[in-house]
């Protein structure tokens, strides 16, 4: 019988790290769990099977939690699970890179249950294959279509994208603009697709996108949008905030919302109605998407034999407040 200790001396590393890589261990690398795994299975070894006693807990990643968006999701997630007697860890990644890879990766080597993942669409594919190939059952929330197989809630952004240029077109407006920064690219594209399926040119002079997020970024994209000779009548922006800072840039310069611009956000956060102007945006179900997703990682954890993968489609909504009016004649700015 192939023990611990045959694995350690076929592998050169300790059986201390062999047992631990087997565990998939958080200590060890993902190179030494591949090597232990890949020799194990070349000479026999057969693990012991013991009974998996629950954790009750449960891994969250997202890549941020300074924005609202991710706050309610989180938030809505920890009350859907805390119903059910589970408690949550999380992990936040910085970007979209190789970090994203690296927490999640480092999430499913943690002593849990399942495991729900905000996914860039960017990494999609690789998440979904290592998901694929773990026991720990998974969620994974995305802004696109999943791939085949993958437990998933996705939202289809277009539609309330869509929504949104309609409105404006209704309005009058022909002259529309977008600011946002990179990270919501995926929302820029859309944008872009809804305008195109509209037969409106998408002016580049009308269009400012950045590295800098939130209101700051709002603020900043605005300020070079200004320094055009021309200006759209309306902004659609990739989130509530950044469109925040948007209006207080214009408000500086003597241009006022809706009167002389109209601006569209998305999210709808809970503060779009306590701001001076009250925001017409794009509203994500953020409650319904922790509920689904807690549903679907619950019956995937407690009925395994049973269960099937589940991908389900949520829609967002455009949502009119005061923000968004009839295009003005002409727009009187101040000199920069």
């Known amino acids: 019988?192939?023990?611990?200790?045959d694995i350690s001396v076929a592998t050169g590393v300790s059986v201390s790290t062999v047992s631990k890589a087997l565990k998939n261990s958080y200590e060890i690398s993902d190179a030494t769990i591949a090597l232990v795994n890949e020799t194990a299975s070349r000479l026999g070894y057969t693990r012991k099977k013991r009974v998996r006693m629950p954790a009750m807990t449960i891994g969250v990643t997202m890549p941020e939690v300074r924005s609202h968006y991710y706050a309610e999701f989180f938030h809505a997630l920890s009350e859907?699970?805390?119903?059910?007697?589970?408690?949550t860890i999380s992990s936040v990644y910085q970007n979209f890179n190789e970090e994203e890879l690296h927490v999640v990766k480092n999430m499913f080597k943690q002593k849990i249950d399942g495991i729900i993942i905000?996914?860039?669409?960017?990494?999609?594919?690789?998440?979904?294959?290592?998901?694929?190939?773990s026991e720990i059952p998974a969620v994974l929330h995305l802004e696109s279509s999943p791939p085949y197989g993958i437990n998933s809630v996705y939202i289809r952004s277009d539609t309330g994208i869509d929504q949104a240029i309609d409105h404006?077109?209704?309005?009058?407006?022909?002259?529309?603009?977008?600011?946002?920064?990179?990270?919501?690219?995926?929302?820029?594209?859309?944008?872009?697709?809804?305008?195109?399926q509209r037969d409106m040119e998408v002016d580049p002079r009308f269009v400012k996108r950045g590295s800098e997020r939130f209101e700051n970024g709002g603020y900043?994209?605005?300020?070079?949008?200004?320094?055009e000779k021309d200006l759209p009548t309306a902004i659609f922006s990739s989130y509530d905030q950044l469109a925040y800072g948007a209006m207080c840039a214009f408000r500086e310069n003597g241009i006022n919302v809706p009167q002389d611009i109209s601006i569209i956000g998305f999210d709808n956060i809970v503060m779009d109605d306590y701001y001076p102007i009250p925001f017409t945006t794009i509203a994500n179900p953020v409650e319904q998407m922790g509920t689904i997703s807690v549903k679907i990682l619950l019956d995937a954890i407690r009925n395994p034999e049973q269960f099937v993968p589940q991908s389900i489609a949520l829609q967002s909504r455009l949502i009119i407040r005061e923000s968004t009016g009839v295009p003005a004649v002409s727009i009187e700015r101040k000199d920069l």
């Open 80 to 87: 859907e699970l805390y119903r059910y007697g589970y408690s």
């Open 220 to 227: 900043l994209r605005a300020k070079e949008l200004l320094e």
């Open 118 to 133: 905000c996914c860039s669409e960017k990494n999609s594919e690789e998440i979904s294959q290592y998901v694929l190939t």
């Open 1 to 5: 019988m192939v023990t611990l200790k």
């Open 168 to 196: 404006l077109l209704e309005l009058g407006h022909k002259k529309i603009g977008y600011l946002g920064e990179y990270k919501s690219d995926s929302r820029y594209n859309l944008f872009c697709n809804s305008m195109k």
